[in-house]
Each structure stands twice: as C-alpha cells, then as structure tokens.
C-alpha cells in the first residue's frame, strides 16, 4: 500500500505564505503526478495545482501566480509554496498521487492524504 502524509499547515494572516510538504511512503515504483486539492466548509473539494512526472505544472486560475508546485523525486514528495494568501484561501488542504506500485503494472492508482488545515485570517 501507499501512504500520502500532508504537513505544513497552520494559521497565517493574510499575505503571509506557507509551504505544505506531501510525503509518499509504501509500495513505490514511481509517481506519475502530485495534485493538491482544497476544500472549504460548505464547499466542493477543487482542484489547486498538479505536477506530472516530467516536471510540468498547471494551476488553477485563483491560485496562478500565487502558489507553486514542485516535488522531490527522490524523497518522493511533493510541495506547495503558497505565498500571497487570501482569507479565501482558507480549507483542508488535501494530496493526491497517481503511483506505480511496481514494475509490473503500466497504470497507477489513486491515492490521497489525510488533509492539512490552512487558515488565513488576521
């Protein structure tokens, strides 16, 4: 099995930054992507940003210029540096990976963390 762990959360006022860390631990072959998710109370979970095995980034619109996604592959884990933060920013950070489980498979499957909590406010 594969265990995503989030960390890096916390309380911060608005236009301060904050970097999350999504660790993966288990059964790993290789990790095709690394997404973040959000979701605030009273809202659908939406998409932040995701980082595919090769590098390449997309964001979503509310978030583009503010945050960026990297990952280390060798420690198989992957980052968010969230700068610029808005109390609309506020939610239960989540990570989600695509990993290969081994060699054999040519598919990966899905896998998410437990959440960490960001919150903007002053």
């Known amino acids: 099995q594969v265990q995503l762990v989030e960390s890096g959360g916390g309380l911060v006022q608005p236009g301060g930054s904050l970097r999350l860390s999504c660790a993966a631990s288990g059964r790993i072959f290789s990790i095709y992507s690394m997404d973040w998710y959000r979701q605030a109370p009273g809202k659908q979970r939406e998409f932040v940003a995701r980082?595919?095995?090769?590098?390449?980034?997309s964001y979503a619109d509310s978030v583009k210029g503010r945050f960026t996604i990297s990952r280390d592959n060798a420690k198989n884990t992957g980052y968010l540096q969230m700068n610029s933060l808005k109390p609309e920013d506020t939610a239960v950070y989540y990570c989600?990976?695509?990993?290969?489980?081994?060699?054999?498979?040519?598919?990966?499957?899905?896998?998410w963390g437990q959440g960490t909590q960001v919150t903007v406010s002053s």
């Open positions: 989600n990976g695509v990993v290969r489980t081994s060699i054999s498979r040519t598919t990966g499957d899905n896998y």
């Open positions: 980082i595919n095995s090769a590098g390449s980034t």
